[in-house]
């Protein structure tokens, strides 16, 4: 029986699916938000992983960032669930080693056809073999405390590597080689990634100016901002406003 988990914040949806995979034979789990998750990965280890883009606390692209960081679930395909305005979230997820994508609203075929499908030829082949739940844990702590940080000062235009590293209770060194093991990229990186993720929502989800939302997302200035994100999503804020809500 192939493990799937469902990572969705929106709880109606997250039963609905649950209830359709399981009609069909398979085990899941489900989590609200992708802290959560890390959570169950030890202990469940998924053939499969449905997530959500934008959720609280750690959404899907830090989610997917923080399972392809361990070796122990790099291989784990992931389908990506995205709302119809959101198809530059779809494109992120694509880029950062998801499989597949299905578009809000869905069809229940079409979701049970694109699992099957992944389900069956992972099973043709094991790529991997995973460690004790023990050693996994373990691996997982750093990522899970790295995160939250974030999410609790990304607008503090003042944060600092070395603030970053106090705020968790390390020395500079081995937070520097916590970030070397996990990620691909710099804290400096990371910490502009996320910004620029939780600009992305704002500017799909509300209204607020753009100066408004460079400031609540840490940036020194509205010209960084714009900057930093033209140069990642190949939009202005503005225009990318504006083919969102189309």
């Known amino acids: 029986m192939a493990k799937i988990l469902v990572v969705e914040d929106d709880e109606q949806l997250r039963k609905n699916i649950q209830e359709q995979l399981e009609l069909n034979d398979y085990e899941v789990r489900v989590a609200s938000n992708g802290l959560k998750a890390l959570d169950l990965l030890p202990s469940f280890q998924p053939d499969l992983i449905l997530c959500d883009v934008l959720m609280p606390e750690m ?5 997917i960032r923080a399972v392809k960081s361990n070796k122990n679930y790099r291989f784990v395909p992931f389908i990506f669930l995205t709302a119809k305005v959101a198809q530059q979230d779809m494109f992120l997820g694509l880029e950062e080693g998801a499989v597949d994508y299905l578009s809000k609203p869905f069809l229940h075929r079409e979701l049970l056809l694109k699992v099957n499908n992944i389900t069956r030829q992972r099973a043709e082949f094991i790529l991997h073999n995973l460690q004790n739940s023990t050693e996994e844990e373990s691996d997982f702590q750093f ?4 995160w939250p940080l974030l999410d609790g000062h990304f607008d503090d235009s003042s944060l600092t590597i070395s603030k970053a590293a106090e705020a968790m209770n390390m020395s500079l060194s081995a937070f520097q080689r916590q970030i070397k093991t996990f990620f691909p990229t710099n804290f400096n990186e990371l910490l502009k990634d996320y910004r620029l993720q ?5 500017l799909t989800q509300t209204d607020q100016n753009l100066q408004w939302i460079a400031n609540r997302c840490g ?3 509205l010209s960084y901002f714009s900057f930093c994100f033209k140069k990642a999503f190949k939009l202005s804020p503005l225009r990318f406003r504006m083919k969102s809500r189309l």
């Open 59 to 63: 959404d899907g692209i830090a989610f």
């Open 143 to 146: 990522v899970k405390q790295f």
């Open 198 to 202: 939780k600009a992305t929502h704002y």
């Open 219 to 221: 940036f020194s200035s």
